[in-house]
Protein backbone atom coordinates (compact mmCIF):
# COMPACT_ATOMS: atom_id res chain seq x y z
CA UNK A 1 0.00 0.00 0.00
CA UNK A 2 1.20 3.32 -1.21
CA UNK A 3 1.60 5.88 1.82
CA UNK A 4 0.82 8.90 -0.24
CA UNK A 5 -1.20 9.32 -2.96
CA UNK A 6 -0.44 12.91 -4.51
CA UNK A 7 -2.65 13.97 -7.56
CA UNK A 8 -2.24 17.62 -9.57
CA UNK A 9 -5.49 19.04 -10.40
CA UNK A 10 -5.45 21.49 -13.89
CA UNK A 11 -7.99 23.69 -14.60
CA UNK A 12 -7.41 25.71 -18.17
CA UNK A 13 -9.98 27.78 -18.75
CA UNK A 14 -10.95 31.20 -17.86
CA UNK A 15 -9.71 31.29 -13.94
CA UNK A 16 -7.41 28.64 -14.65
CA UNK A 17 -5.41 27.19 -12.35
CA UNK A 18 -3.59 24.38 -10.18
CA UNK A 19 -3.88 22.32 -7.11
CA UNK A 20 -2.79 19.56 -4.73
CA UNK A 21 -3.94 17.16 -3.15
CA UNK A 22 -2.39 14.16 -1.07
CA UNK A 23 -3.92 12.13 0.76
CA UNK A 24 -7.68 14.07 0.64
CA UNK A 25 -5.57 16.67 1.65
CA UNK A 26 -5.65 20.02 -0.28
CA UNK A 27 -1.79 21.04 0.05
CA UNK A 28 -1.69 23.94 -2.74
CA UNK A 29 -4.08 25.62 -4.69
CA UNK A 30 -3.08 28.61 -7.25
CA UNK A 31 -5.44 30.58 -9.99
CA UNK A 32 -2.92 32.06 -13.08
CA UNK A 33 -4.72 35.52 -12.24
CA UNK A 34 -2.71 35.48 -9.12
CA UNK A 35 0.38 35.42 -10.84
CA UNK A 36 0.11 36.91 -13.85
CA UNK A 37 -1.94 39.59 -12.76
CA UNK A 38 -4.33 39.06 -15.66
CA UNK A 39 -8.01 39.12 -14.29
CA UNK A 40 -9.60 35.01 -15.15
CA UNK A 41 -6.44 34.38 -17.00
CA UNK A 42 -7.04 31.40 -19.26
CA UNK A 43 -4.89 28.80 -20.98
CA UNK A 44 -2.43 26.44 -19.44
CA UNK A 45 -1.84 27.17 -16.34
CA UNK A 46 2.34 26.90 -16.50
CA UNK A 47 3.36 29.01 -13.67
CA UNK A 48 0.10 27.59 -11.38
CA UNK A 49 1.57 24.09 -11.95
CA UNK A 50 4.90 24.88 -10.83
CA UNK A 51 3.68 26.99 -7.85
CA UNK A 52 1.72 24.80 -6.28
CA UNK A 53 5.00 22.21 -6.09
CA UNK A 54 7.12 25.21 -4.55
CA UNK A 55 3.94 25.85 -1.93
CA UNK A 56 3.23 22.12 -0.95
CA UNK A 57 7.68 21.58 -0.89
CA UNK A 58 6.81 18.51 -3.01
CA UNK A 59 9.19 17.18 -5.43
CA UNK A 60 6.96 17.00 -8.90
CA UNK A 61 8.23 13.85 -9.30
CA UNK A 62 5.88 12.27 -6.38
CA UNK A 63 2.94 12.64 -8.66
CA UNK A 64 0.53 9.49 -8.56
CA UNK A 65 -2.11 11.04 -10.67
CA UNK A 66 -2.81 13.80 -13.00
CA UNK A 67 -6.61 14.99 -13.14
CA UNK A 68 -7.65 17.87 -16.08
CA UNK A 69 -10.86 19.51 -16.06
CA UNK A 70 -13.32 18.78 -18.99
CA UNK A 71 -14.18 16.89 -21.83
CA UNK A 72 -15.51 13.51 -19.70
CA UNK A 73 -18.63 12.56 -21.71
CA UNK A 74 -20.03 14.69 -24.40
CA UNK A 75 -23.30 12.74 -24.56
CA UNK A 76 -24.05 13.01 -20.71
CA UNK A 77 -26.15 9.82 -20.86
CA UNK A 78 -28.72 9.44 -17.81
CA UNK A 79 -26.70 6.60 -16.70
CA UNK A 80 -23.84 8.82 -15.46
CA UNK A 81 -20.16 7.53 -15.89
CA UNK A 82 -17.46 9.11 -14.55
CA UNK A 83 -14.50 8.17 -16.59
CA UNK A 84 -15.26 6.38 -19.90
CA UNK A 85 -13.44 3.87 -20.85
CA UNK A 86 -13.73 4.24 -25.18
CA UNK A 87 -10.85 1.49 -25.92
CA UNK A 88 -13.33 -0.84 -27.11
CA UNK A 89 -14.86 1.53 -29.50
CA UNK A 90 -11.95 2.66 -30.69
CA UNK A 91 -11.24 -1.26 -31.99
CA UNK A 92 -13.82 -1.23 -34.62
CA UNK A 93 -13.57 1.34 -37.40
CA UNK A 94 -16.44 1.21 -38.94
CA UNK A 95 -18.76 1.08 -35.52
CA UNK A 96 -17.01 4.91 -34.83
CA UNK A 97 -17.89 6.35 -38.33
CA UNK A 98 -21.09 4.61 -39.02
CA UNK A 99 -23.40 6.13 -36.59
CA UNK A 100 -23.27 10.04 -34.87
CA UNK A 101 -22.36 8.47 -30.99
CA UNK A 102 -19.33 6.76 -32.65
CA UNK A 103 -18.42 10.27 -34.34
CA UNK A 104 -19.09 12.08 -30.83
CA UNK A 105 -16.61 9.67 -29.02
CA UNK A 106 -14.13 9.77 -32.17
CA UNK A 107 -13.83 13.32 -31.56
CA UNK A 108 -14.10 12.97 -28.07
CA UNK A 109 -11.07 10.99 -28.16
CA UNK A 110 -9.03 13.10 -29.83
CA UNK A 111 -9.93 16.16 -28.36
CA UNK A 112 -8.67 14.60 -25.20
CA UNK A 113 -5.15 13.82 -26.68
CA UNK A 114 -4.71 17.39 -28.44
CA UNK A 115 -5.87 18.81 -24.11
CA UNK A 116 -3.13 16.13 -22.68
CA UNK A 117 -0.57 16.79 -25.26
CA UNK A 118 -0.44 20.48 -24.87
CA UNK A 119 0.49 19.44 -21.14
CA UNK A 120 3.08 17.24 -22.10
CA UNK A 121 5.95 19.50 -22.58
CA UNK A 122 5.05 21.32 -19.48
CA UNK A 123 5.17 18.17 -17.30
CA UNK A 124 8.32 17.14 -19.04
CA UNK A 125 9.97 20.34 -18.17
CA UNK A 126 8.83 20.17 -14.60
CA UNK A 127 9.61 16.80 -14.42
CA UNK A 128 5.74 15.53 -13.65
CA UNK A 129 5.67 11.62 -14.54
CA UNK A 130 2.37 10.84 -16.95
CA UNK A 131 1.38 8.03 -14.70
CA UNK A 132 -2.54 7.92 -14.62
CA UNK A 133 -4.79 10.77 -16.17
CA UNK A 134 -8.09 11.61 -15.33
CA UNK A 135 -10.52 13.88 -17.28
CA UNK A 136 -13.29 15.11 -14.52
CA UNK A 137 -16.48 16.89 -16.42
CA UNK A 138 -16.38 20.34 -15.40
CA UNK A 139 -20.02 19.91 -13.14
CA UNK A 140 -18.47 16.58 -11.63
CA UNK A 141 -15.25 18.93 -10.60
CA UNK A 142 -17.64 21.19 -9.03
CA UNK A 143 -19.32 18.60 -7.03
CA UNK A 144 -16.42 17.23 -5.58
CA UNK A 145 -15.39 20.22 -4.64
CA UNK A 146 -18.29 20.72 -2.84
CA UNK A 147 -18.86 17.42 -1.46
CA UNK A 148 -15.24 16.58 -0.73
CA UNK A 149 -14.83 19.80 1.55
CA UNK A 150 -18.42 19.86 3.14
CA UNK A 151 -18.29 19.63 7.01
CA UNK A 152 -20.18 15.94 7.13
CA UNK A 153 -18.87 12.86 7.50
CA UNK A 154 -18.86 10.16 5.01
CA UNK A 155 -20.91 7.98 5.59
CA UNK A 156 -23.52 11.12 5.92
CA UNK A 157 -25.95 11.52 2.71
CA UNK A 158 -25.25 14.41 1.34
CA UNK A 159 -27.61 15.89 -1.78
CA UNK A 160 -24.45 18.00 -3.84
CA UNK A 161 -25.99 20.82 -6.46
CA UNK A 162 -24.22 22.32 -8.78
CA UNK A 163 -25.21 25.71 -11.02
CA UNK A 164 -23.77 28.07 -13.54
CA UNK A 165 -23.11 29.46 -16.77
CA UNK A 166 -22.25 26.14 -18.45
CA UNK A 167 -19.47 24.05 -18.52
CA UNK A 168 -18.78 20.97 -20.69
CA UNK A 169 -22.72 21.35 -22.09
CA UNK A 170 -24.25 21.57 -19.15
CA UNK A 171 -25.55 24.14 -16.32
CA UNK A 172 -26.98 22.55 -13.65
CA UNK A 173 -26.75 18.79 -11.73
CA UNK A 174 -28.30 17.22 -9.14
CA UNK A 175 -26.15 14.32 -7.38
CA UNK A 176 -26.58 12.32 -4.15
CA UNK A 177 -22.79 11.56 -2.41
CA UNK A 178 -22.46 8.75 0.55
CA UNK A 179 -19.48 6.87 1.18
CA UNK A 180 -17.01 8.75 -0.92
CA UNK A 181 -18.89 8.00 -3.80
CA UNK A 182 -20.79 10.97 -6.32
CA UNK A 183 -24.14 9.75 -8.28
CA UNK A 184 -25.75 12.00 -10.50
CA UNK A 185 -29.51 11.75 -10.48
CA UNK A 186 -31.00 10.89 -13.59
CA UNK A 187 -32.47 12.93 -15.95
CA UNK A 188 -31.27 16.29 -12.98
CA UNK A 189 -28.82 17.82 -16.09
CA UNK A 190 -30.11 21.11 -17.08
CA UNK A 191 -28.09 22.03 -20.58
CA UNK A 192 -25.98 24.83 -21.38
CA UNK A 193 -29.23 26.43 -23.25
CA UNK A 194 -31.05 26.94 -20.36
CA UNK A 195 -29.36 27.96 -17.88
CA UNK A 196 -30.25 29.75 -15.25
CA UNK A 197 -26.74 31.11 -14.53
CA UNK A 198 -26.62 32.40 -18.35
CA UNK A 199 -30.45 34.06 -17.82
CA UNK A 200 -28.56 36.47 -15.18
CA UNK A 201 -25.68 36.40 -17.33
CA UNK A 202 -27.82 37.46 -19.96
CA UNK A 203 -29.10 40.55 -17.44
CA UNK A 204 -25.85 41.32 -16.88
CA UNK A 205 -24.83 42.16 -20.53
CA UNK A 206 -28.12 43.71 -21.12
CA UNK A 207 -27.09 46.00 -18.24
CA UNK A 208 -24.34 46.97 -20.09
CA UNK A 209 -21.86 45.36 -17.87
CA UNK A 210 -19.42 42.30 -18.63
CA UNK A 211 -21.68 39.27 -19.62
CA UNK A 212 -19.03 36.32 -17.79
CA UNK A 213 -18.13 38.45 -14.92
CA UNK A 214 -19.97 41.41 -13.58
CA UNK A 215 -23.13 39.27 -12.37
CA UNK A 216 -22.19 40.46 -8.54
CA UNK A 217 -22.74 44.47 -9.95
CA UNK A 218 -26.03 43.12 -10.89
CA UNK A 219 -26.97 41.64 -7.56
CA UNK A 220 -25.47 44.76 -5.72
CA UNK A 221 -27.49 46.92 -7.57
CA UNK A 222 -30.66 45.09 -7.11
CA UNK A 223 -31.83 46.55 -4.10
CA UNK A 224 -32.58 49.64 -5.32
CA UNK A 225 -35.03 49.09 -7.67
CA UNK A 226 -38.58 48.04 -7.66
CA UNK A 227 -39.03 44.27 -8.48
CA UNK A 228 -42.53 44.44 -9.68
CA UNK A 229 -42.14 47.30 -12.19
CA UNK A 230 -40.31 44.55 -14.62
CA UNK A 231 -40.70 41.22 -12.41
CA UNK A 232 -43.53 40.22 -15.52
CA UNK A 233 -41.29 40.43 -17.95
CA UNK A 234 -38.67 39.05 -16.65
CA UNK A 235 -40.85 35.89 -16.21
CA UNK A 236 -41.28 35.09 -19.34
CA UNK A 237 -37.74 34.68 -19.83
CA UNK A 238 -36.97 31.33 -18.13
CA UNK A 239 -38.87 29.25 -15.66
CA UNK A 240 -39.04 25.64 -13.89
CA UNK A 241 -39.34 23.02 -16.80
CA UNK A 242 -42.73 22.23 -17.23
CA UNK A 243 -41.68 18.41 -17.84
CA UNK A 244 -39.12 17.88 -15.50
CA UNK A 245 -39.10 19.91 -12.16
CA UNK A 246 -35.16 19.47 -11.09
CA UNK A 247 -34.38 21.41 -14.47
CA UNK A 248 -34.85 24.68 -15.74
CA UNK A 249 -36.52 25.55 -19.17
CA UNK A 250 -35.42 28.77 -20.58
CA UNK A 251 -38.01 30.43 -22.93
CA UNK A 252 -37.19 33.72 -25.06
CA UNK A 253 -34.65 32.10 -27.16
CA UNK A 254 -31.35 30.05 -27.26
CA UNK A 255 -29.16 32.65 -24.90
CA UNK A 256 -26.60 33.32 -27.54
CA UNK A 257 -29.53 34.75 -29.55
CA UNK A 258 -31.50 36.69 -26.57
CA UNK A 259 -30.25 40.10 -26.31
CA UNK A 260 -32.29 41.03 -29.55
CA UNK A 261 -35.45 40.19 -27.63
CA UNK A 262 -34.46 41.36 -24.31
CA UNK A 263 -34.18 44.09 -25.91
CA UNK A 264 -37.69 44.25 -27.28
CA UNK A 265 -38.89 43.10 -23.90
CA UNK A 266 -37.07 45.66 -21.39
CA UNK A 267 -36.61 48.28 -23.29
CA UNK A 268 -38.95 50.60 -21.20
CA UNK A 269 -37.89 49.07 -17.89
CA UNK A 270 -35.69 51.14 -15.48
CA UNK A 271 -32.24 49.51 -15.30
CA UNK A 272 -32.50 49.43 -11.32
CA UNK A 273 -36.20 47.85 -11.76
CA UNK A 274 -34.58 45.28 -14.11
CA UNK A 275 -31.66 44.08 -11.49
CA UNK A 276 -34.19 44.14 -8.96
CA UNK A 277 -36.73 41.75 -10.98
CA UNK A 278 -33.46 39.85 -11.95
CA UNK A 279 -32.42 39.17 -8.80
CA UNK A 280 -36.10 38.09 -7.56
CA UNK A 281 -36.88 35.77 -9.94
CA UNK A 282 -33.28 34.12 -9.81
CA UNK A 283 -33.99 33.36 -6.10
CA UNK A 284 -37.41 31.91 -6.52
CA UNK A 285 -36.21 29.57 -9.14
CA UNK A 286 -33.05 28.73 -7.11
CA UNK A 287 -35.34 27.95 -4.06
CA UNK A 288 -37.73 26.28 -5.85
CA UNK A 289 -35.11 24.11 -7.80
CA UNK A 290 -33.57 22.87 -4.04
CA UNK A 291 -37.08 22.57 -3.00
CA UNK A 292 -38.14 20.17 -6.19
CA UNK A 293 -34.64 17.83 -5.62
CA UNK A 294 -34.98 17.47 -1.64
CA UNK A 295 -38.82 16.52 -2.15
CA UNK A 296 -37.69 14.16 -4.90
CA UNK A 297 -34.81 12.58 -3.09
CA UNK A 298 -35.61 13.50 0.77
CA UNK A 299 -31.93 14.08 1.23
CA UNK A 300 -31.63 17.62 3.64
CA UNK A 301 -27.59 18.12 3.70
CA UNK A 302 -26.65 19.96 1.05
CA UNK A 303 -23.43 20.88 -0.91
CA UNK A 304 -23.09 23.57 -3.16
CA UNK A 305 -20.68 24.97 -5.82
CA UNK A 306 -20.46 26.53 -9.24
CA UNK A 307 -20.77 30.20 -10.68
CA UNK A 308 -24.33 30.74 -9.41
CA UNK A 309 -23.55 29.86 -6.00
CA UNK A 310 -21.24 33.03 -5.63
CA UNK A 311 -24.63 35.15 -5.39
CA UNK A 312 -24.88 35.28 -1.82
CA UNK A 313 -28.47 36.74 -1.31
CA UNK A 314 -29.81 33.34 -3.15
CA UNK A 315 -27.50 31.59 -0.85
CA UNK A 316 -28.86 33.07 2.26
CA UNK A 317 -32.86 32.76 1.01
CA UNK A 318 -31.61 28.61 -0.12
CA UNK A 319 -30.39 28.36 3.79
CA UNK A 320 -33.68 29.67 5.15
CA UNK A 321 -35.51 26.94 3.37
CA UNK A 322 -37.80 24.90 5.55
CA UNK A 323 -36.77 21.53 4.16
CA UNK A 324 -32.29 22.93 4.47
CA UNK A 325 -31.01 21.18 7.81
CA UNK A 326 -27.57 22.55 6.62
CA UNK A 327 -25.84 23.96 3.84
CA UNK A 328 -22.29 23.99 2.74
CA UNK A 329 -20.90 26.64 0.01
CA UNK A 330 -17.88 25.92 -1.55
CA UNK A 331 -15.54 29.47 -1.18
CA UNK A 332 -14.07 29.04 -4.68
CA UNK A 333 -17.85 28.51 -6.42
CA UNK A 334 -17.07 29.22 -9.61
CA UNK A 335 -14.63 27.88 -12.01
CA UNK A 336 -11.51 28.76 -10.21
CA UNK A 337 -12.45 26.12 -7.72
CA UNK A 338 -12.12 23.49 -10.41
CA UNK A 339 -8.59 22.63 -9.86
CA UNK A 340 -9.16 21.45 -6.50
CA UNK A 341 -12.09 19.55 -7.45
CA UNK A 342 -10.81 18.22 -10.14
CA UNK A 343 -8.13 16.96 -7.72
CA UNK A 344 -9.76 15.61 -5.09
CA UNK A 345 -11.81 13.22 -7.69
CA UNK A 346 -8.52 12.12 -8.79
CA UNK A 347 -7.14 11.17 -5.53
CA UNK A 348 -11.07 9.73 -4.51
CA UNK A 349 -10.85 7.29 -8.06
CA UNK A 350 -7.38 6.47 -6.89
CA UNK A 351 -8.16 5.43 -3.91
CA UNK A 352 -11.56 3.33 -5.04
CA UNK A 353 -9.32 1.55 -7.49
CA UNK A 354 -6.83 0.53 -5.16
CA UNK A 355 -9.74 -1.01 -3.37
CA UNK A 356 -9.08 1.44 -0.27
CA UNK A 357 -11.55 3.72 1.57
CA UNK A 358 -10.44 7.64 0.44
CA UNK A 359 -10.25 10.00 3.13
CA UNK A 360 -12.81 13.30 3.35
CA UNK A 361 -11.40 16.62 4.74
CA UNK A 362 -13.95 18.65 5.57
CA UNK A 363 -12.31 22.27 4.68
CA UNK A 364 -11.77 24.76 7.59
CA UNK A 365 -8.81 27.24 6.79
CA UNK A 366 -8.88 28.18 3.21
CA UNK A 367 -5.71 29.82 2.75
CA UNK A 368 -4.03 27.31 0.16
CA UNK A 369 -1.63 29.81 -1.94
CA UNK A 370 1.94 31.36 -1.73
CA UNK A 371 3.23 32.50 0.98
CA UNK A 372 6.83 34.84 1.55
CA UNK A 373 9.18 35.14 4.23
CA UNK A 374 10.28 38.88 5.77
CA UNK A 375 14.17 38.07 4.03
CA UNK A 376 11.95 37.73 0.82
CA UNK A 377 9.47 41.00 1.45
CA UNK A 378 13.21 42.86 2.88
CA UNK A 379 14.73 41.86 -0.99
CA UNK A 380 12.08 43.58 -2.72
CA UNK A 381 11.90 46.54 -0.04
CA UNK A 382 15.50 47.02 -0.94
CA UNK A 383 15.21 46.89 -4.21
CA UNK A 384 12.64 49.64 -4.51
CA UNK A 385 14.79 52.07 -1.75
CA UNK A 386 12.74 51.65 1.23
CA UNK A 387 14.07 49.39 3.54
CA UNK A 388 15.08 52.41 5.26
CA UNK A 389 11.72 53.70 5.48
CA UNK A 390 10.06 50.32 6.72
CA UNK A 391 9.89 48.98 10.04
CA UNK A 392 10.12 45.74 11.91
CA UNK A 393 7.59 45.23 14.18
CA UNK A 394 7.65 42.21 16.08
CA UNK A 395 3.86 41.91 16.99
CA UNK A 396 2.64 43.39 13.72
CA UNK A 397 -0.97 41.90 14.13
CA UNK A 398 -1.39 43.98 17.12
CA UNK A 399 0.12 47.11 16.16
CA UNK A 400 -2.07 47.35 12.73
CA UNK A 401 -4.65 46.76 15.24
CA UNK A 402 -3.85 50.17 17.24
CA UNK A 403 -3.03 52.06 13.59
CA UNK A 404 -6.87 50.98 12.64
CA UNK A 405 -8.26 52.22 15.85
CA UNK A 406 -6.07 55.12 16.54
CA UNK A 407 -6.93 57.29 13.36
CA UNK A 408 -8.50 56.89 9.68
CA UNK A 409 -5.98 54.75 8.47
CA UNK A 410 -6.32 52.97 5.54
CA UNK A 411 -4.13 49.63 5.55
CA UNK A 412 -3.31 47.16 2.84
CA UNK A 413 -2.56 43.64 5.15
CA UNK A 414 0.19 41.30 3.26
CA UNK A 415 0.62 37.89 5.68
CA UNK A 416 0.65 34.43 5.49
CA UNK A 417 -0.35 32.24 2.94
CA UNK A 418 -2.62 33.98 -0.02
CA UNK A 419 -6.71 33.23 -0.10
CA UNK A 420 -8.00 30.43 -2.27
CA UNK A 421 -11.48 31.56 -3.98
CA UNK A 422 -12.09 35.34 -5.09
CA UNK A 423 -12.15 37.01 -1.82
CA UNK A 424 -9.17 38.71 0.43
CA UNK A 425 -9.93 36.73 3.95
CA UNK A 426 -7.41 39.11 5.35
CA UNK A 427 -3.77 37.91 4.35
CA UNK A 428 -4.22 39.85 1.26
CA UNK A 429 -6.80 42.25 2.40
CA UNK A 430 -7.27 46.21 2.43
CA UNK A 431 -8.84 47.06 5.79
CA UNK A 432 -10.47 50.57 7.95
CA UNK A 433 -12.71 51.48 10.49
CA UNK A 434 -16.42 49.82 9.61
CA UNK A 435 -17.80 52.88 11.25
CA UNK A 436 -16.25 55.54 9.23
CA UNK A 437 -18.53 55.76 6.02
CA UNK A 438 -16.43 58.96 4.39
CA UNK A 439 -13.28 55.72 4.20
CA UNK A 440 -15.74 54.29 2.06
CA UNK A 441 -15.28 57.18 -0.26
CA UNK A 442 -11.97 57.19 -0.47
CA UNK A 443 -11.50 53.84 -1.25
CA UNK A 444 -13.98 53.71 -3.89
CA UNK A 445 -12.28 56.63 -5.34
CA UNK A 446 -8.55 56.18 -4.84
CA UNK A 447 -7.91 53.08 -4.89
CA UNK A 448 -10.47 50.63 -5.87
CA UNK A 449 -12.93 52.94 -8.36
CA UNK A 450 -15.80 50.17 -7.53
CA UNK A 451 -19.13 51.30 -8.73
CA UNK A 452 -20.84 53.51 -5.89
CA UNK A 453 -23.49 51.45 -5.07
CA UNK A 454 -21.20 48.17 -4.57
CA UNK A 455 -20.85 47.35 -0.91
CA UNK A 456 -18.02 46.19 0.70
CA UNK A 457 -17.65 43.60 3.15
CA UNK A 458 -16.82 43.26 7.21
CA UNK A 459 -14.65 40.82 9.02
CA UNK A 460 -16.66 40.07 12.18
CA UNK A 461 -15.31 38.65 15.23
CA UNK A 462 -17.08 34.75 15.96
CA UNK A 463 -17.67 35.92 19.28
CA UNK A 464 -19.90 38.82 18.01
CA UNK A 465 -22.20 37.06 15.81
CA UNK A 466 -25.33 37.33 17.51
CA UNK A 467 -24.31 41.80 17.91
CA UNK A 468 -24.41 42.28 14.48
CA UNK A 469 -26.17 39.36 12.13
CA UNK A 470 -29.52 38.39 12.82
CA UNK A 471 -29.19 34.60 12.99
CA UNK A 472 -26.28 34.47 12.21
CA UNK A 473 -23.68 31.52 11.79
CA UNK A 474 -19.88 30.98 11.68
CA UNK A 475 -19.32 31.92 7.90
CA UNK A 476 -15.61 32.41 7.46
CA UNK A 477 -15.62 32.67 3.44
CA UNK A 478 -17.84 35.36 2.51
CA UNK A 479 -20.19 33.43 0.34
CA UNK A 480 -23.33 34.18 2.39
CA UNK A 481 -25.47 37.08 3.27
CA UNK A 482 -27.45 38.15 6.92
CA UNK A 483 -29.50 41.25 7.97
CA UNK A 484 -27.84 42.92 10.47
CA UNK A 485 -28.91 43.90 13.83
CA UNK A 486 -29.86 47.54 15.64
CA UNK A 487 -25.73 47.67 16.52
CA UNK A 488 -25.04 48.19 12.55
CA UNK A 489 -23.65 51.55 12.89
CA UNK A 490 -20.56 49.53 14.30
CA UNK A 491 -20.00 48.50 10.91
CA UNK A 492 -22.46 50.50 8.43
CA UNK A 493 -19.19 50.93 6.06
CA UNK A 494 -19.23 47.38 5.34
CA UNK A 495 -22.71 46.99 4.90
CA UNK A 496 -24.88 46.91 1.22
CA UNK A 497 -25.60 50.90 2.07
CA UNK A 498 -29.54 50.51 0.91
CA UNK A 499 -30.60 47.43 2.44
CA UNK A 500 -28.15 46.78 5.21
CA UNK A 501 -27.65 43.55 4.59
CA UNK A 502 -23.74 42.05 5.02
CA UNK A 503 -21.54 39.65 3.46
CA UNK A 504 -19.21 38.51 6.62
CA UNK A 505 -16.24 36.66 7.23
CA UNK A 506 -16.49 35.75 10.64
CA UNK A 507 -12.60 35.48 12.21
CA UNK A 508 -11.53 33.25 14.81
CA UNK A 509 -8.46 31.37 15.87
CA UNK A 510 -9.24 28.51 13.99
CA UNK A 511 -9.15 30.11 10.81
CA UNK A 512 -7.23 32.99 10.88
CA UNK A 513 -5.25 33.91 14.29
CA UNK A 514 -3.04 36.32 13.03
CA UNK A 515 -5.90 38.57 11.65
CA UNK A 516 -8.09 37.91 15.03
CA UNK A 517 -5.34 39.10 16.88
CA UNK A 518 -5.61 42.36 14.45
CA UNK A 519 -9.41 42.57 15.05
CA UNK A 520 -9.64 41.87 18.85
CA UNK A 521 -7.34 44.58 19.19
CA UNK A 522 -9.21 47.23 17.31
CA UNK A 523 -12.24 45.58 19.49
CA UNK A 524 -10.12 46.78 22.59
CA UNK A 525 -9.45 49.75 21.75
CA UNK A 526 -12.85 51.18 19.98
CA UNK A 527 -15.57 48.31 21.23
CA UNK A 528 -16.24 47.85 17.58
CA UNK A 529 -15.89 43.48 16.96
CA UNK A 530 -15.51 44.11 12.99
CA UNK A 531 -13.32 45.93 10.49
CA UNK A 532 -13.47 46.77 6.94
CA UNK A 533 -12.47 44.43 4.75
CA UNK A 534 -12.22 44.46 0.61
CA UNK A 535 -9.82 42.89 -1.49
CA UNK A 536 -5.76 44.31 -2.00
CA UNK A 537 -6.12 44.97 -5.44
CA UNK A 538 -6.16 48.01 -7.99
CA UNK A 539 -9.44 48.73 -10.00
CA UNK A 540 -8.71 46.14 -13.18
CA UNK A 541 -5.86 44.32 -11.25
CA UNK A 542 -6.14 40.96 -9.28
CA UNK A 543 -5.69 40.11 -5.86
CA UNK A 544 -2.58 40.93 -4.61
CA UNK A 545 0.74 37.62 -5.41
CA UNK A 546 3.75 38.80 -4.29
CA UNK A 547 5.78 41.50 -2.45
CA UNK A 548 6.19 43.37 -5.74
CA UNK A 549 2.23 43.26 -6.48
CA UNK A 550 1.83 44.72 -2.91
CA UNK A 551 4.33 47.70 -2.94
CA UNK A 552 2.99 48.66 -6.90
CA UNK A 553 -0.39 48.48 -5.25
CA UNK A 554 0.42 50.58 -2.23
CA UNK A 555 2.20 53.16 -4.30
CA UNK A 556 -0.26 53.88 -6.67
CA UNK A 557 -3.35 54.21 -4.70
CA UNK A 558 -4.18 55.95 -1.21
CA UNK A 559 -3.98 53.59 1.16
CA UNK A 560 -1.74 54.92 3.90
CA UNK A 561 -0.17 52.10 5.08
CA UNK A 562 1.14 48.76 3.97
CA UNK A 563 1.85 45.78 7.09
CA UNK A 564 3.98 43.80 4.90
CA UNK A 565 4.84 40.73 6.46
CA UNK A 566 6.34 41.56 9.93
CA UNK A 567 7.49 45.67 8.30
CA UNK A 568 4.94 48.39 8.23
CA UNK A 569 5.25 51.25 5.50
CA UNK A 570 3.65 54.74 5.77
CA UNK A 571 3.18 57.27 3.64
CA UNK A 572 3.89 59.53 5.68
CA UNK A 573 7.47 58.03 6.51
Known sequence: MKKNLTVLGIHNFHDSGAAL???????????????????HASGYPLKSIEEVYNIAKIDPSETDAIAVVGTADLRFSKHFQRFPDFSDSMINWSWVTSNQKGLDLLYLYHERIQKLEGFK???????????????????????????????????????????????????????IAVNGEIERI????????????????????????????????????????????????????INIDPDNNITFKQNLAPFGLIQKNLVKLLH?????????????????????????????????????AGGAFLNVKANQAILSLDCVDDAFFCPAASDEGLAVGAALMGYNELEL????????????????????????????????GLFDKAEYIEDIDSEVGELLASSKNIIGRFSGQMEWGPRGLGNRSIIADPSNSDLVRRINKAIKMRDFWMPFGPSILSSRIDD?????????YMIL???????????????????????????????????????????????????????????????????????HTFQNSDLDILAIGNYLLKKNN
Not at 278 to 301: A, Y
Request: net charge negative; with cysteine; proline share 4%.
Open 21 to 39: VRNGEILAAINEERITNQK
Open 121 to 175: KILSKLNIPIKEVFFVEHHLAHASAAYYLSPWESHEKVLVLTADGWGDGISSTAN
Open 186 to 237: ENSETNQHNSLGGFYSSITEYLGMDYAFDAFKVMGLAPYGKPDNAIEEIKKI
Open 268 to 304: KKRFDNIAAATQVWFEKLFTSWVENIIKKTDVTKIAC
Open 353 to 384: QNGHKPIKIPLVSNYFGSSFTNEQIKTTLTKH
Open 468 to 476: YLVNGKIAP
Open 481 to 551: AFETTDKRNDLIAALHPYDFTCRPQTVDTEHNPGYEKVIQTFENKTGRGAILNTSFNLHGDAIVWDPEAAL
